[in-house]
């Protein structure tokens, strides 16, 4: 479902969630043994220099530099969804995660649930060759059965790809999707949103979006303009966002609750407390949990 098989927000979570779990285990907010194999040699081999915290804290330094706020955000709120997932398992009885434009997601892999819970990939075909390729290059990869359903966001709707099979009763689902950020993207999201109406009371979706106003005034979020020109040299241009306000009422009527909705801000202080006051950038990527009434 990616905007092309190109794209490289997927590399960019990867390598922060790879440097993340180089902190002791005592420190770090998540461990991601798989990420790195997404990362090229250069990488990799900064990465390595990361297992020495001096080292680490001078390329942490250096992300902050360059796209403010990017690194802590992107941690905090892969966190944030971690325990959003593991607890609806747990505590919900959802029993069926699928990944929307899911790149070089890995939780499959690397999240311990601890219960049955079957894992559908969508994403568009080329990239989705590309991460089944590296990952079977890895040593003790576990066996975790995922569905990968192939979808080019450019041509195809998800309704026309989605096998009838993952609506069964005896599954309750969980929709995630990270980084509704484009115009093509807001299309998409409209057809969606309905299509998970389809399923039954109590499914849940978690997604990512920018606020509209740092796109109507960029000046007055520190670092977005250092982000955004990160992005547009990648070819992955946020040209849309959503009022936070507008969202909440445009979700009530399509008979959606809206459980959690929050910025970098609110999650960097949820999982990083005091140190949280210290950092800056990237409050205007939100997260927001749903469910169908």
Same mark, same amino acid.
């Given at each position: 479902?990616?905007?092309?098989?190109?794209?490289?927000?997927?590399?960019? $979570?990867?390598?922060?969630?790879?440097?993340?779990?180089? @902190?002791?285990?005592?420190? #770090?907010?998540?461990?991601?043994?798989?990420?790195?194999?997404? =990362?090229? @040699?250069?990488?990799?081999?900064? *990465?390595?220099?990361?297992?020495?915290?001096?080292?680490?804290?001078?390329?942490?330094?250096?992300?902050?530099?360059?796209?403010?706020?990017?690194?802590?955000?992107?941690?905090?709120?892969?966190?944030?969804?971690?325990? $959003?997932?593991?607890?609806?398992?747990?505590?919900?009885?959802?029993?069926?995660?699928?990944?929307?434009?899911?790149?070089?997601?890995? #939780?499959?892999?690397?999240?311990?649930?601890?219960?049955? =819970?079957?894992?559908?990939?969508?994403?568009?075909? +080329?990239?989705?060759?590309?991460?089944?390729?590296?990952?079977?290059?890895?040593?003790?990869?576990?066996?975790?059965?995922?569905?990968?359903?192939?979808?080019?966001?450019?041509?195809?709707?998800?309704?026309?790809?989605?096998?009838?099979?993952?609506?069964?009763?005896?599954?309750?689902?969980?929709?995630?999707?990270?980084?509704?950020?484009?115009?093509?993207?807001?299309?998409?999201?409209?057809?969606?949103?309905?299509?998970?109406?389809?399923?039954?009371?109590?499914?849940?979706?978690?997604?990512?979006?920018?606020?509209?106003?740092?796109?109507?005034?960029?000046?007055?979020?520190?670092?977005?303009? @250092?982000?955004? #020109? *990160?992005?547009?040299?990648?070819?992955?241009?946020?040209?849309?966002? $959503?009022?936070?306000?507008?969202?909440?009422?445009? =979700?009530?009527?399509? +008979?959606?609750?809206?459980?959690?909705?929050?910025?970098?801000?609110?999650?960097?202080?949820?999982?990083?407390?005091?140190?949280?006051?210290? $950092?800056?950038?990237?409050?205007?990527? #939100?997260?927001?949990?749903?469910?169908?009434?």
């Amino acid at each position: 479902m990616s905007r092309s098989p190109a794209t490289k927000s997927g590399t960019y $979570m990867a390598a922060f969630r790879a440097i993340e779990s180089t @902190k002791p285990e005592k420190e #770090r907010l998540l461990h991601d043994p798989f990420a790195a194999v997404f =990362l090229s @040699k250069f990488y990799q081999l900064l *990465l390595a220099c990361c297992s020495i915290s001096l080292f680490r804290n001078i390329i942490t330094a250096g992300i902050q530099f360059r796209w403010p706020g990017t690194f802590t955000a992107a941690v905090a709120r892969t966190k944030l969804i971690d325990d $959003m997932i593991v607890d609806a398992v747990r505590n919900e009885g959802v029993n069926q995660v699928i990944i929307l434009h899911a790149t070089y997601d890995t #939780r499959a892999h690397r999240l311990k649930v601890g219960l049955p =819970l079957h894992y559908v990939e969508m994403d568009h075909p +080329d990239l989705q060759h590309r991460k089944r390729t590296m990952l079977a290059s890895l040593k003790g990869l576990p066996n975790v059965p995922i569905d990968y359903v192939q979808l080019n966001m450019n041509t195809q709707q998800i309704s026309e790809v989605i096998p009838q099979l993952f609506y069964r009763q005896h599954y309750k689902t969980l929709f995630i999707w990270e980084g509704l950020t484009s115009t093509m993207e807001a299309k998409q999201g409209e057809a969606i949103f309905h299509h998970i109406r389809k399923f039954s009371p109590g499914t849940q979706a978690i997604f990512t979006y920018v606020e509209k106003a740092v796109l109507e005034n960029p000046k007055a979020f520190y670092g977005f303009e @250092k982000v955004n #020109r *990160l992005l547009r040299r990648a070819g992955e241009d946020w040209d849309f966002g $959503m009022c936070p306000a507008e969202l909440h009422a445009y =979700l009530d009527a399509h +008979d959606m609750k809206v459980r959690y909705d929050g910025g970098a801000a609110d999650y960097r202080a949820q999982y990083f407390g005091e140190k949280s006051k210290q $950092m800056k950038g990237y409050e205007y990527f #939100r997260v927001m949990r749903v469910e169908v009434k």
